[in-house]
């Protein structure tokens, strides 16, 4: 994969159906995409045509299928078709829709696979960029036998593992070792149901558009003639004259012997396509469903906002000349022992300060805080942030000795590391907009070592100290 570049269509590709749950028609066109775009749905069928990106952020419901929310509308189902892309190793596509819902079609992704072969996938200038898992993640909800695990490996490679507790749908496990194998081994796997779900998915306004063309439907007990009146009548669909025999009720031949886990599998690798980069990782997932995969997604990209975290960690030599020491800190801040709590300021431009913070253990706090188990209190982290902050705030007047900064608003405060006796804070504060009327908007940033420990935006005030109000 060294090397590998994005990938978009050749040309449009056109698709028409009813949606599964709705039941109403839509025509999905899927569109060339630049390079990072992603994956973004289009509802051409609404006013403005506002679109909706596939991302975690964005799906607000998973029951019996994926949907998407943004910009005030919605998409539904629209796992089959992220899979299709995913699996065809296509990173950027626009998706125009004229409808609520993505087509059902057959219930598999093979017809979206078909019709994007056709059209061709062509590579873009950009890299892919992939995200390796590089240390076990682990999610489960024990009561209902669901478990995941995501390991590292140099590939893309998704086990699944069903049991339904049925004689007809007995445990089955389905395997992709190799992406390139979607194509044949997973996309033309076609969603399933049990006969006697479907009274309850229709009271809750579910699969108004089903039909014995578009699922498997699976029938593991006796349903008396009274029921299945009910159930056609409740569709909308002739009676059946004959009664039902354990298996499959439309007595077609199954295109896997184990089906429904490769279909379970096609969902899974749509529902994680949210995540939003490529993975190289090995997916085991036992008993997966929509909700959980949305869990599982969440839980990877958390860790690929760790890993980026770190990676943005600045390093500064902090043995280097200080642009300012101690005694000129103490020239600018008008904050004396024990509450001054900056050491040097290393870096300071237009827009931005860099200042350290030594931890010792005599800092006076320490003694409360705690006598066996010394933490640095989060508000002293906050107050040698926000004087790291004031020092380039004051350095926008002539007299920064003849004025003072006072806190106004503190937001978005995150702490995220325990700072403690021997560690070495450093704050790094950037202008969120520039200095007006003496008010300073800043983004702060503290570390020690490659870890980032507290973060938070704050909105400070310059003011001219008179002799009738004390300095800070």
């Known amino acids: 994969m060294a090397g590998e570049k994005q990938k978009t269509l050749k040309s449009p590709v056109s698709i028409s159906g009813i949606g599964l749950h709705t039941g109403m028609p839509a025509t999905v066109v899927i569109k060339t995409a630049p390079a990072n775009h992603g994956y973004i749905f289009k509802r051409v069928d609404v006013e403005g045509t506002p679109t909706i990106r596939s991302i975690i952020d964005n799906v607000s419901e998973t029951a019996r299928g994926t949907t998407l929310g943004e910009n005030g509308v919605t998409v539904n189902t629209v796992e089959h078709l992220l899979s299709a892309l995913y699996g065809l190793g296509i990173d950027n596509a626009l998706i125009e829709i004229d409808g609520p819902e993505v087509p059902i079609l057959d219930g598999s992704a093979g017809q979206i696979v078909e019709a994007i072969d056709k059209a061709g996938i062509m590579e873009q200038n950009e890299a892919r960029v992939f995200f ?15 478990e995941y695990l995501v390991i590292p490996d140099n590939s893309y490679n998704v086990t699944v593992l069903i049991d339904y507790n049925s004689t007809i749908l007995v445990n089955q496990f389905a395997s992709l070792e190799n992406i390139e194998n979607y194509r044949t ?15 309850l998915l229709a009271k809750n306004g579910l699969i108004k558009g089903g039909d014995l063309d578009n699922a498997l439907v699976i029938v593991d007990r006796h349903l008396p003639k009274e029921e299945l009146d009910y159930l056609a009548d409740l569709f909308q669909k002739p009676h059946l004259d004959f009664e039902p025999k354990k298996g499959i009720l439309n ?19 749509g529902d994680l396509s949210l995540i939003g980069l490529p993975i190289k990782g090995k997916i085991i997932a036992t008993r997966p469903g929509h909700k959980t995969n949305i869990e599982l997604a969440r839980l990877i990209q958390q860790q690929i906002k760790k890993e980026k975290a770190k990676n943005q960690v600045p390093t500064y030599d902090i043995y280097a000349k200080p642009l300012l020491d101690i005694n000129e800190i103490r020239k600018r801040l008008p904050h004396r022992y024990p509450f001054l709590l900056v050491d040097k300021i290393l870096e300071m431009k237009d827009t931005y300060v860099v200042g350290l913070k030594n931890v010792t253990v005599n800092e006076g706090f320490f003694v409360g805080h705690f006598p066996d188990e010394p933490v640095m209190p989060g508000v002293l982290q906050i107050e040698a942030m926000a004087q790291t902050g004031g020092i380039m705030a004051l350095s926008s ?21 325990k700072v403690i006796p021997g560690d070495t804070l450093i704050f790094r ?13 800043m983004r702060g940033v503290a570390t020690v070592g490659n870890k980032i420990v507290m973060e938070a935006e704050m909105l400070a005030q310059i003011i001219k100290v008179t002799d009738d109000k004390p300095k800070k």
């Open 251 to 269: 007595n077609t031949e199954l295109r896997h012997s184990n089906e429904p886990a490769r279909h379970k599998l096609l969902d899974l690798i």
């Open 429 to 441: 504060l950037d202008l969120l907009s520039p200095i007006r009327r003496g008010l300073c908007h």
């Open 397 to 417: 007047v002539p007299d920064p000795q003849n004025y003072a900064t006072l806190f106004m608003k503190i937001d978005n405060v995150r702490f995220r590391n």
């Open 132 to 146: 390796e898992i590089k240390q076990p993640i682990t999610f489960s909800v024990p009561e209902k036998g669901i």
């Open 185 to 199: 081994e997973i996309s033309t796997s076609r969603t399933f149901v049990f006969l006697h779900e479907l009274e």
